[in-house]
């Protein structure tokens, strides 16, 4: 992989939003295809080791996302992602709610709204998220999903993947 | 009482404040003759960044200045940064699997 491609984080603490920026080393169909097909999104949406088990998912105006993330001592925190528009492979937009196992909305959790664009240029595509909490407190509790544990080895075990692949 | 943090930035009030005494410390008078507004709604602000450690006051004389507590602002961005962390793993991860996909389908 090239280790040039962007990678943009910044977070404007006057809208509690966070823009996320980042560029692939692949045709956009594809990168479109691993943010919206349930078996890919599944492959990569977890930090290791966590994993990300979608229950169901209808990628369509008004379909949902089902799914958890499940820790590595098998603990889930379930979460429904409500797709609220979709411009095939340019744009779609997520209303996104913590839940129980059940499908309920946990209403004492903080909701956030996506809005993720794609665009390609000379084969890189880029993928820029927008996601606007109601706080930025909010953001603390999707560090609080897990994420935290084991990270640092995850970091150290990428970068031993890296080197390889140089 | 015990404040959040972000209830201390989320208003733009507040913002300029510590701005202004990022700089230097400042008395709730001199900080007020920045602002269009009332010296009582200055000292409110100055409550609740207090309550929030945000902000020290150190006695000089009769006056009361107002200072940052620089580390407590760190704090807010290495929070933050652990939220970066997550993306960029996960990013990473799409890389593994994008270059895995496009193996299998040459």
Known sequence: MSSNLLFDFTVDKTTNTVFVNREFAVDLPLVWDAFTKQEILDQWWAPKPWTSRTKFMDFSAGGRRFYAMVSPEGQEHWSIQEYTSISAKTNFKISSVFADNDENINKEMPSSKWDLNFSE??????????????????LEQH???GFKEGFTMTLN?????????? | MRRDIFQAIADPTR??????????????????????TTRQAISKHLRI?????????????????YSLEIEK?????KWLNQ?????????????????TIKKQGK
Not at chain 1, 121 to 138: C, F, P
Not at chain 2, 15 to 36: D, G, S, V, W, Y
């Open chain 2, 15 to 36: 913002r300029a404040i510590i701005t202004l005494i990022a700089l230097q410390a400042m008395t709730p008078n001199a900080i007020a003759e920045n602002f269009n």
């Open chain 2, 49 to 65: 960044l207090t309550e929030c450690d945000l902000v020290k006051q150190a006695y000089q004389g009769r006056e009361i200045y």
């Open chain 2, 73 to 77: 602002m760190k704090e807010i961005d």
């Open chain 2, 83 to 99: 939220f970066r962390e997550i993306w960029e793993t996960r990013f990473n991860q799409l890389d593994q699997v994008l270059s």
């Open chain 1, 121 to 138: 240029q000379n084969g890189t595509t880029s993928v820029s998220i927008i996601i606007k909490h109601n706080t930025l407190a909010d």
């Open chain 1, 143 to 145: 560090i609080q999903m």
């Open chain 1, 157 to 166: 075990a990428l970068d031993k993947l890296f080197k390889n692949l140089k």
